[in-house]
């Protein structure tokens, strides 16, 4: 099975502010990568697909980049709406797995 | 607008079984392959199974292989998760989700609770 280390597994940031959040495959997966937001409550939605590319409807402040195993999500200008908790997912071979989490507050 | 509703959720004792299902609706269901992702309290997600446009084709972790039994019908625009031998650990928030490769649309979840 593919291993999904995800990290931090959780971040404190300003309004404003700039966030990183990466995705490390145990094997490459071919940017076979997406990135969920689940809010507290709510189920998971989708914001980034095949690595870079971002969801319908979502905000242009998302984006994703990376390749082989190396996967990172960044927020630009963080507003209030995103505090949630984001999680990786590879789905370049079954069983498909999840990254543990990272949970994002504000400062 | 793509909706997915789940059902069937509930406490069923360990060993017993239960059936959810998902209504889907504002999308050709048949042209997606389909997926049951689960969501243990205060815990990550994990995939539980995926099905075929056709049915013909199924996948599993090798945590549920043998216990749940993904299945579909196109014509009543559904889906389903029979899961037998439930365990404590199979407690969790069942949510059907439509899988064009990554999952892209979700339903509100379905509580399961196996405890006696």
């Known amino acids: 099975d593919i291993r999904m280390t995800q990290s931090p597994a959780s971040l404190s940031a300003s309004l404003g502010e700039t966030v990183n959040i990466e995705c490390l495959a145990s094997e490459d997966i071919y940017s076979d990568l997406a990135w969920y937001q689940q809010k507290p409550g709510k189920s998971p939605q989708l914001l980034i697909y095949n690595a870079n590319s971002l969801q319908n409807g979502v905000p242009s402040r998302f984006s994703g980049s990376g390749s082989g195993t190396q996967y990172s999500l960044k927020i630009n200008s963080l507003q209030s709406e995103d505090v949630a908790t984001y999680f990786c997912q590879q789905y370049n071979n079954y069983p498909y797995t999840f990254g543990a989490g990272t949970k994002l507050e504000l400062k | 607008e793509v909706q997915l509703v789940e059902s069937g959720g509930g406490l069923v004792q360990p060993g017993r079984s239960l059936k959810l299902s998902c209504a889907a609706s504002?999308?050709?269901?048949?042209?997606?392959?389909m997926a049951w992702v689960r969501q243990a309290p205060k815990k990550g997600l994990e995939w539980v199974a995926t099905i075929s446009t056709s049915g013909s084709r199924t996948y599993y972790p090798d945590s549920v292989k043998g216990r749940f039994t993904i299945s579909r019908d196109n014509a009543k625009s559904s889906l389903y998760l029979q899961m037998n031998s439930l365990k404590s650990e199979d407690t969790a928030t069942y949510y059907c989700a439509r899988q064009p490769y990554y999952f892209d649309y979700w339903g509100q979840g379905v509580m399961v609770t196996v405890s006696s």
């Open positions: 504002g999308f050709t269901f048949s042209n997606y392959y």
